[in-house]
């Protein structure tokens, strides 16, 4: 089982910026799928931004030019740099880590931070 921290929510105004963490071991980052996914009240978690094990990265049509994932040089830090953050972008995000152990596929879950977007 993949361990994953995630930090850095809070609370900020229309047009502010937050940056969220997600903390694992060695051995995770850049050998297993990693992502941030977004579940807003009352509404299914979404996928938010992604990072495959060889480091290409996608992003969700919403947050395309706002938000950039990336890794630290150690790579036992998955980062989501939220820009220009809108009420809309309100929610728990979560790290997840997916890959395939003991011939067995997984998807690993951190216990998520909240982050909330008001005025």
């Known amino acids: 089982q993949v361990q994953l921290v995630e930090s850095g929510g809070g609370s900020v105004q229309p047009g502010g910026s937050l940056r969220l963490s997600c903390s694992t071991s060695?051995?995770?980052?850049?050998?297993?799928?990693m992502a941030w996914y977004r579940q807003a009240p009352e509404a299914p978690r979404a996928l938010v931004a992604s990072f495959s094990a060889l480091g290409t990265i996608n992003y969700a049509d919403p947050v395309q030019g706002r938000f950039t994932i990336s890794t630290d040089g150690a790579k036992k830090i998955l980062y989501l740099r939220m820009n220009n953050l809108k009420p809309e972008d309100t929610g728990t995000y979560y790290c997840k880590a997916t890959g395939i152990f003991g011939g067995k596929e997984f998807n690993d879950w951190g216990r998520g931070t909240q982050v909330t977007v008001s005025s």
């Open positions: 060695s051995g995770v980052i850049g050998f297993y799928d």
